[in-house]
């Protein structure tokens, strides 16, 4: 009776999650949060009451990303019949290696990777799902030069020749991390220029390539990127493939060799669900990671052995990430799923319209995603453009008006500089829990918490 008695609790504690909370965070200070959680691990366990208001504790501390004025990240929003899958995961608690122990996954994931491939134009290949956007990212770095140089894997890096690798002055971070990651060197990360937009500049990566050769160093890698991070620029594809295709280097992104492609974003299925997926059909991915464990991969097993795809992978215990995506693709279709873009792209066109119609906001180029990047003029600035200070006046107001809004708990979006801009906000636009009167609220929220600056 005991068991069922914490079941419920914590079944109870989870509803808290979906309460119709009113702020977006509760802030508190480390210490004093840490103070309200008593964190400390004791000898003895707590009551049941006691647990369940601990439950209570950290849904009410921590920030409500489906909140439908939380802007901050990539991610938002909530889709309930992939929140349905990942209670299911985790209920199952298995890895994600062989057909023995996950059969319905290695049969699912199979099947969702081959519908991602067909959307992105291929009528086969091989991929697989990982941690991330980051680890999908490192491992197309790590199969390009496995292609390049097959030797790397039983001599390592003493049998190669200094690497270089090609991504926009925009792309992701986790480009720079892939090279370190896997004793390539961030020196040897080569950036290229960006148009006004963050898109990268195909000419450039000629001369740059060029460049490299010229310093000594092989090319291997280039890394476009299909909606970056700050402004949501989409790089040249074809271009840069066609510089590729002549140069024989890997090309990740465009649809040349690989894809990283991270669900978890835009079609809402929850943290962490990315895919990184490859033209490929001679297995690399495998032949790249396999460790050939007997222990789990045992070929005279009493089904197809094909089925263990666990060896392509670099981990070991791996998590079903497949199937929030599978339930929720089955419960929408791929119809609701475009609709879904479609009001994302909706709600950006209004936010932009009406921040043209106001005084004091400034946006930074034309969209071209669901990234709204913009500076905010308060009243004492307005005008004075050409003032010795006005850049480093203005680069303090974003920080005071997010500071302000989470101490507030009203929204949340994210600030940052990039190249000769101070800091600017950056309002992701994707939630399907969003409407037209959370774009105005927004805007009047900024006018509220800046008019003083």
Known sequence: MEVHTTQCCILMGCLCLFYPWSQVCEWREPEELAALLDLELRENGEPQHQLLQRIRDVAKYSVKTNHPRFFNQLFAGVDYHALTG???????????????????????????????????????????????GTMSNMYAMNVARYRAFPEVKLKGMWSLPRLAVFTSQQSHYSVMKAAAFQGIGTENVFKVKVDDRGCMIPEDLGETIELAKSQGAVPFFVHATSGTTVQGAFDPLEPIADICDRQGLWMHVDVTDSVTWNPHKMMLTGLQCSAILLKDTTHLLKHCHSADAKYLFQQDKFYDTSLDTGDKSIQCGRKVDCLKLWLMWKAVGSKGLEERVDRAFTHTRYLVEEMKRREGFELIGKPLFVNVCFWFIPPSLRGKENSPDYNDRLS??????????????????????????????????????????????????????????
């Open 86 to 132: 990942r209670f299911l995961t985790e209920a199952l608690n298995t890895s994600q290696y062989t057909y023995e122990v996950a059969p319905v996954f290695v049969l699912m994931e199979d099947e969702v990777l081959s519908k991602l491939r067909s959307l992105v134009g291929w009528a086969e290949g091989d991929g697989i799902f990982c941690p991330g």
């Open 396 to 453: 303090k107001v974003a920080p005071v008006i997010k500071e302000r809004m989470m101490k507030q708990g009203t929204m949340m979006l994210g600030y940052q500089p990039q190249g000769g801009r101070v800091n600017f906000f950056r309002m992701i636009v994707i939630s399907p829990q969003l409407s037209h009167q959370d774009m105005t609220f927004c805007l009047n929220e900024i006018e509220r918490l800046g008019s003083d600056l």
